[in-house]
């Protein structure tokens, strides 16, 4: 059994080997193969190297065309930087000739420039359109203006100073505030000002056309609007911007009195109310205290009774009271007196309590303004003003009201108390008098 396991163990050793065998055989058998293609390979390229006979020759052709290309390109950059000494001498030739007329030139290109600005915001433009656009040539070129381009900013010089002295009439599309187009006769009064339907007109150089104001200025200008408008012949008084629409582009952005009282806020209209009652109340009591001494005055005039009034009141009660003593009648009259002052001073302490309040309501707003305008500089800073105008405005505008409600009521105040002691004292003097006259019977 042994004996059969060692000869199995040798059988596996022999088939193992000769399988390795078989493979380095085959590895042997594939590098003689390559070695002989690669071979092949070199000793083809060998020999299609020694039949090009004429190798050397194609290399020094080579070698001839390099020289001269190297010469020829020697001689290019000795003409180049001839030409380059030869174009600095030109400029500087040409430098030293131009001379002041540079200096002309760019002067020119600086006239254009300004001119083309004073063109896009002139009322001119609106009848001669584009001719800013013909400006630009000469303002934005970089070379010299041409003859021609120098005779268009001489002739748009001399059309702006022309017309800046006509009144001129003539047809021609205009908007609304609303932005609506209708046809209109437009009167040009030079750069000025320009009129339309008895309306003030802006111009706007985004879309090259006239447009009525937002706004228009007060009616004493709008009447003459309106007559120049309207006339045919002869001079006619018109009010105009020496500003060239400066001073009615300001009057856009100026708010009216309704917008300036708006500006107040709630506490405003508050202020404005309480001034409203105030007043009201006030002129009533002044009419009825009017009323009253009317008819006291009339009471006076005549010897009939008639309690209508304060003093026929009191003198019923000392007709009724004839019989009494002096000392009585003295306290029955100032009892009665005592019962009419009441009536005589209603309203006077509700006046001036609305003419303390006012004021005060206005500071309230002052404070509140200020506090407002602090959080918009915490929140935005310094930077833009107008963050800060709300609440400045309403500092201001409710200080004025406060004051504008104040000042009449006080003077409201003063004339219901006048006329109110006049009327007390009207009573005091006819009833000592008749408790005088009572006293000498």
Known sequence: ???????????????????????????????????????????????????AADQAQAL???????????????QLSARLNAGKAQLSQLAGELDNRSG???????????????????????????????????????????????????????????????????????????????????????????????????????????????????RQPESEFTDLAEAISAAQTGPVAIGIDPTRGAIL?????????????????????????????????????????????????RQMNRPEISEDNPLGRVLAVAEHSAAQETDNLELLLDEAITREVPALERGIAMIKLLAAVAPLLGLLGTITGMILTFQSISLFGTGDPKLMAGGISQALVTTMQGLCVAIPLLFLHSLVVARSHILIQILDEQTAGLISRRAGQ
Not at 24 to 38: C, E, H, M, P, S
Not at 60 to 74: D, F, G, N, P, T
Not at 185 to 203: E, H, M, S, T
Not at 268 to 287: E, K, N, T
Request: glycine share 6%.
């Open 1 to 51: 059994m042994k004996k059969a396991m060692i000869m199995f163990a040798a059988l596996l050793a022999c088939s193992s080997a000769f399988a390795d065998h078989l493979d380095l055989d085959k590895l042997l058998r594939d590098i003689q193969q390559t070695q002989g293609a690669a071979g092949k390979i070199d000793a083809d390229q060998e020999a299609r190297f020694l039949a």
């Open 60 to 74: 020094e052709a080579a070698r001839a065309e390099l020289r001269q290309q190297e010469q020829l390109s020697q």
């Open 100 to 214: 002041t007329l540079t200096d002309l030139f760019d002067v020119a290109r600086q006239v254009a420039g300004d001119l083309k600005a004073d063109l896009n915001a002139s009322l001119i433009s609106a009848e001669f359109p584009d001719r800013s656009r013909q400006l630009a040539a000469i303002a934005d070129a970089k070379a010299l203006p041409t003859i021609d381009q120098l005779e268009r900013l001489w002739f748009s010089l001399q059309q702006e100073m022309t017309e800046s002295g006509k009144v001129v009439y003539y047809d021609q599309e205009v908007l609304s505030a609303a932005g609506e187009p209708r046809q209109a006769k437009v009167i040009r009064i030079g750069a000025f000002n320009a009129l339309a339907d008895g309306k003030y007109l802006r111009y706007l150089p985004e879309t090259g056309k006239l447009a009525d104001l937002p």
């Open 249 to 297: 582009g300001m009057l856009i952005q100026t708010p009216d009195t309704l917008e300036r009282l708006a500006q107040g806020g709630a506490i405003g209209y508050i202020i404005m109310a309480l001034g409203v009652i105030g007043f009201l109340y006030g002129v009533v009591r002044l009419v009825v205290l009017t009323r009253i001494g009317q008819k006291m005055t």
